[in-house]
């Protein structure tokens, strides 16, 4: 073994440890936040990776909102959501689960957030249910439309019947609004685009995870305005 071999092979060793401790730190990492409804698996993580990298090679800025169609209903207004204050949350670095990092809330506004779910289903109960979100893998609390309603958004089924749910790890949403409302969130700030446009409808969003009571009862305004497009626009 020559002296280039003996110092090459040592460090294509060190380079390889390197490499799969890096591998395995994000692994744990993206288990410990929550994987959604993807399986907390090796598979389901080189999964994920694919699909990033895929995503990163097609560019696509989720906090445009143009790809969102400008059509149908719309049951928020401007007055509803106000721009919201403050530069954007930064999210993590995996494709799914679409995730901000966390931030500071009060406690009552983290109380508030954590009853929305079921106070909605509670509220308009002939419509609407509450049970584990399906699209997070049972992992957090969401409402369903009941599928034996009348007025029934047609494409519900898409994304299970599912409204809404809440991330227990951050605190962020993600809702089915109508896409006149889902442009409006997305350009006053208060949350962006899916990533994986494949797996859900294009007004699928994220809401970023509000920080005090008054934002609250922003996120209650878009929950109830997603409900709303899910029946037909009559709550009961």
């Known amino acids: ?90 999210l993590t670095r995996w494709t799914l689960p679409q995730r ?21 289903a509670s509220a308009f109960s002939k419509t609407i249910r509450h049970g584990p979100s399906k699209t997070e893998g049972g992992t957090g609390p969401a409402i369903y439309v009941k599928p034996d309603v009348e007025t029934i958004n047609p494409a519900a089924h898409k994304i299970f019947y599912e409204v809404a749910h ?24 208060w949350g962006q685009r899916f990533p994986v446009t494949w797996l859900a409808p294009p007004s699928w969003i994220m809401v970023y995870a509000p920080r005090n009571e008054e934002e609250v009862e922003i996120v209650r305004k878009i929950v109830k305005a997603a409900a709303m497009f899910a029946v037909g626009g009559k709550l009961e």
């Open 1 to 90: 073994m020559d002296s280039y071999q003996k110092v090459a092979v040592p460090l294509s060793v060190a380079a390889c440890s390197l490499g799969a401790l890096a591998v395995w730190y994000d692994f744990r990492s993206w288990k410990a936040f929550g994987t959604g409804g993807t399986p907390p698996t090796v598979q389901g993580y080189v999964k994920i990776r694919r699909w990033g990298l895929w995503l990163l090679f097609h560019g696509d800025n989720l906090l445009d909102a143009s790809p969102i169609p400008d059509e149908g209903p719309s049951y928020l207004s401007k007055s509803d959501v106000p721009p919201r204050s403050g530069q954007r949350p930064k």
């Open 100 to 120: 901000q990092f966390r931030e500071p809330i009060t406690p009552k506004a983290l109380e508030t957030l954590f009853n929305l779910i079921p106070s909605t």
């Open 166 to 189: 809440v991330h227990p790890a951050e605190n962020s949403l993600h809702v089915y609004v109508a896409p006149r409302d889902a442009r409006l969130v997305v350009e006053a700030g």
